[in-house]
């Protein structure tokens, strides 16, 4: 493979229910990030990673958490979801943070009822 | 909160025609970046453009920058229906964050 992967595809998940989503590269990137993107909002950072070992808050991080055990990986966790999670969630990487541009995997639909 | 916001929403135009885009934002930035989302996909890279620079080219792409109006334009020419999706600049904060506007969706009629 080449590039960014994410699973599932898709979900619909009952409120109340834990969910990871997945996330894997395989550019070495040292920056990876999570986007939820909603109808006529563009693009929400929910949390990012500098570099594996380091995660960081975004704009949008309440009922969200991240971990960064290595430079592929970064797992976007739902505790408890309710039904405003439901979105397209999106990962990406960069070589580093704040520099140059940003790859993206090709999403996730999570529906929550 | 949005930093760039894209006009015009939505765009829709003849095959061949030249399409503009135009970004505005609020707070300084490093630089900016343009992307493209074809429906149901992840969005991909097209341009960026620094700070300290005026205008980019890449092949049908043009991008300007005007730092004291704070606003970028994108301009495809020669539209192809391939061209159609969703266009979003990006600009990167202070935090080494990309901010995000609402988007453009392009329509090339055949």
């Known amino acids: 493979i080449a590039g960014i992967t994410q699973a599932p595809t898709s979900q619909i998940l009952a409120a109340g229910r834990r969910m990871t989503l997945r996330c894997t590269q395989d550019m070495r990137h040292n920056a990876m990030y999570w986007y939820r993107q909603d109808l006529g909002l563009g693009l929400r950072l929910i949390h990012y990673?500098?570099?594996?070992?380091?995660?960081g808050k975004g704009e949008v991080p309440d009922g969200y958490s991240v971990s960064r055990a290595n430079t592929d990986d970064f797992p976007l966790t739902l505790a408890s979801a309710v039904p405003s999670q439901t979105s397209v969630y999106f990962c990406?990487?960069?070589?580093?943070?704040?520099?140059?541009?940003?790859?993206f995997g090709p999403g996730t639909r999570l529906t929550v009822t | 909160s949005q930093q760039g916001e894209e006009d015009p929403q939505a765009l829709s135009i003849q095959e061949g025609e030249n399409a503009t885009m135009n970004c505005s934002y609020k707070t300084s930035i490093n630089n900016l970046q343009w992307y493209r989302q074809n429906s149901g996909r992840g969005l991909v890279h097209l341009i960026l453009?620094?700070?300290n620079e005026r205008e980019k080219h890449s092949g049908r792409l043009r991008v300007t920058l005007d730092t004291s109006k704070k606003s970028s334009s994108l301009l495809i020419t020669a539209s192809r229906a391939a061209d159609t999706a969703s266009y979003f600049c990006?600009?990167?904060?202070?935090?080494?964050?990309?901010?995000w506007g609402a988007g453009t969706k392009l329509i090339i009629k055949p």
């Open positions: 990673s500098n570099t594996a070992g380091t995660t």
């Open positions: 453009i620094r700070s």
């Open positions: 990006a600009t990167l904060d202070s935090n080494y964050q990309l901010i």
């Open positions: 990406a990487s960069s070589d580093q943070a704040g520099v140059g541009e940003q790859y």
